[in-house]
């Protein structure tokens, strides 16, 4: 394959994978978005690290476009990502089960 080719189909997996995450309803989206930050942080692969930042970037890219997120918090550690009002008010994560100075 030749790097216009690669590019090429990079490209167009790429518009793909946006225009369905653009039809998914936003908590899919975000559950997704968690999920691949899981993936990425222990992705030892050159498909994984790629499959896994390449689509959080497009999953950002969709949801920064949307206005129907509820608050949230993400933890600093871990990136857990919650959307309950304690959690955000205590600035909790419970998915480390510690406190910390994220900003929601």
């Known amino acids: 394959m030749t790097a216009d080719e690669f590019l090429t189909a990079a490209i167009l997996d790429a518009r793909t994978a946006y225009g369905a995450y653009e039809s998914m309803r936003t908590e899919e989206l975000l559950r997704l978005q968690l999920a691949?930050?899981?993936?990425?942080?222990?992705?030892?692969?050159?498909?994984?690290?790629?499959?896994?930042?390449?689509?959080?970037?497009?999953?950002?890219?969709?949801?920064?476009?949307r206005s129907d997120i509820p608050p949230s918090i993400v933890c600093p550690r871990c990136h857990a990502r919650s959307?309950?009002?304690?959690?955000?008010?205590?600035?909790?994560c419970g998915a480390c089960h510690a406190f910390h100075d994220a900003t929601p």
């Open 36 to 65: 691949h930050q899981l993936d990425a942080a222990h992705a030892t692969t050159p498909e994984a690290i790629a499959f896994g930042g390449g689509r959080l970037a497009l999953i950002a890219a969709v949801l920064q476009k």
């Open 83 to 92: 959307f309950h009002p304690r959690d955000i008010a205590e600035k909790y």
